[in-house]
C-alpha cells in the first residue's frame, strides 16, 4: 500500500507517482535520472493456509526528466515488482513517457495508475490492505495500473482536472484464466480540490468497454460497458489524516463468472502521527454487489483495518495490519471463493 510519508501529496504528484525517497544518479545539462525502490520483509498470519505464509517483495523504478526548454520538459518512469515467491508473479508496475508543462500541465502515455487513483489514494494509506473497496484493481477497466492509458493533468490554485483515455489492453502474462481482466476503448474524467487548511475532495467517473472474451465468456454483463463513479473527502493537517470515500458502479464487478449490474463501495480510514514516528490507524472497507437477474445481493468485501506504523528514520519502518475480516461462511462467499478469515500482516520495509 501507499506509504505513511505520501498522506501530503497533492493530487497532482499522485497522477504521475514517483518516490520521496528516490537517490538522484544523474543530473547534468538539465537532464536528471533518480532511481528508488524497497525492499519488503512481510508475513501474512491466517488460518486460510492459501493466503498464510512468506509475502516478501523487491521493488525497483527510476524516474527521468530532460529540460526542453524553460517551460517543457520531457518525463518518463518504469517500476518493476518481484515477490520472493517467484518471476511468475513479477509486474512491471509503470512504463510510461510524457511531457509537462509549466503552466499548460502534463501529458502521458503507457503503463501507468487510472484517473481513479484521484479519490481511490484519499484511503489507500494503510500499512498492508485497504484500497479494495471501491472497484478499483490492476488491469480492471483502467481503474487501476493499465497499459495503453493517455492522461492529462491540469492544476490551477488547488483545482486538479485529470482526463484519461484508455486504449484496448491486455492484461500483462496474459493467459485464458485471465480473459475478466483488461478493457476495450475507454475514458475517465476527475475534478478534484486541495483546499489550504488541509481539506480535500474529488470526484472520477471512468467508463470502459468490455472486451471480446469479456463478452463472450461473462455469463451476464458482459454486454454492457462497466461504469465506476467515485467520490471522496481528506483532511490532512495536524499530525491528523482522516479520509471517507465511495463509489458505484454498474456492469463492473466481476462476481459468479459475470459482471454486477451494480456495486456500491465504502472506505473510511483515520490515523494519527505521534512525534512523527509512530502511526496507530483504523479502517473500514466495504464492497457490496447487486444483480436481480441472478438474484445476487450481497456484501462481497468487508473488514476493519486495526494497523500501526513505526518510522525508525525517513528510510526504514515497521508495521502491523490487523485484518477484521466481518464476512461469514456462506453459500456466497463458498462459491465465490472469498476469504472470510481474518489476517495480520507484520512487514519490515526499506526504502531508497
Not at 518512469?77 to 509486474?91: F, I, M, V
Not at 489514494?121 to 479494495?132: A, S
Amino acid at each position: 500500500m501507499n506509504k505513511m510519508k505520501t498522506l501530503c501529496l497533492t493530487v497532482p504528484a499522485l497522477l504521475v507517482a514517483g518516490s520521496a525517497s528516490a537517490a538522484n544518479v544523474y543530473d547534468k545539462d538539465g537532464t536528471k535520472l533518480d532511481v528508488y525502490g524497497r525492499a519488503t520483509g512481510l508475513y501474512y498470519g491466517t488460518s486460510n493456509d492459501e493466503l498464510s505464509g512468506d509475502q516478501s517483495y523487491f521493488r525497483l523504478g527510476m524516474k527521468g526528466e530532460t529540460a526542453i526548454n524553460s517551460e517543457l520538459s520531457g518525463i518518463g518512469q518504469a517500476e518493476y515488482n518481484l515477490p520472493t515467491s517467484g518471476s511468475n508473479n513479477d509486474e512491471l508496475r509503470l512504463g510510461y513517457a510524457g511531457m509537462r508543462h509549466a503552466t499548460f500541465g502534463q501529458l502521458t502515455y503507457g503503463r501507468q495508475d487510472g484517473l481513479f487513483s484521484m479519490v481511490n489514494d484519499y484511503t489507500d494509506v494503510l500499512p498492508e490492505f485497504g484500497g479494495d473497496g471501491l472497484g478499483k484493481n490492476t488491469e480492471v477497466f483502467g481503474t487501476g495500473r493499465t497499459n495503453g492509458l493517455f492522461k492529462y493533468a491540469y492544476t490551477n490554485n488547488g483545482v486538479t482536472l485529470g482526463l484519461q483515455f484508455t486504449g484496448k489492453n491486455t492484461p500483462q502474462n496474459d493467459d485464458s484464466a485471465k480473459w475478466m481482466l483488461g478493457s476495450d476503448e475507454g475514458y475517465a474524467v476527475g475534478l478534484s480540490y486541495d483546499a489550504p487548511m488541509g481539506l480535500s475532495m474529488a470526484a472520477v467517473y471512468n467508463r470502459a468497454g468490455k472486451t471480446a472474451d469479456q463478452k463472450q465468456q461473462a455469463t451476464f454483463g458482459g454486454q454492457d460497458d462497466a461504469q465506476l463513479t467515485g467520490l471522496g473527502l481528506r483532511y490532512s493537517a495536524n499530525n491528523l489524516y482522516a479520509a471517507a470515500t465511495v463509489s458505484e458502479g454498474r456492469d463492473h464487478y466481476f462476481i459468479n463468472n459475470g459482471y454486477a449490474h451494480k456495486n456500491r463501495g465504502y472506505e473510511a480510514v483515520v490515523q494519527y502521527t505521534i512525534a512523527d514516528k509512530f502511526t496507530p490507524g483504523l479502517a473500514y472497507i466495504r464492497s457490496d454487489v447487486k444483480d436481480s437477474s441472478q438474484n445476487i445481493d450481497d456484501t462481497a468485501n468487508e473488514y476493519v483495518s486495526v494497523n500501526a506504523t513505526y518510522k525508525f528514520n525517513d528510510s526504514f519502518q515497521s508495521y502491523v495490519d490487523y485484518r477484521i475480516n466481518l464476512l461469514n461462511d456462506n453459500s456466497f462467499t463458498a462459491s465465490n471463493g472469498i476469504n472470510t478469515d481474518d489476517i495480520v500482516a507484520v512487514g519490515l520495509r526499506y526504502d531508497f
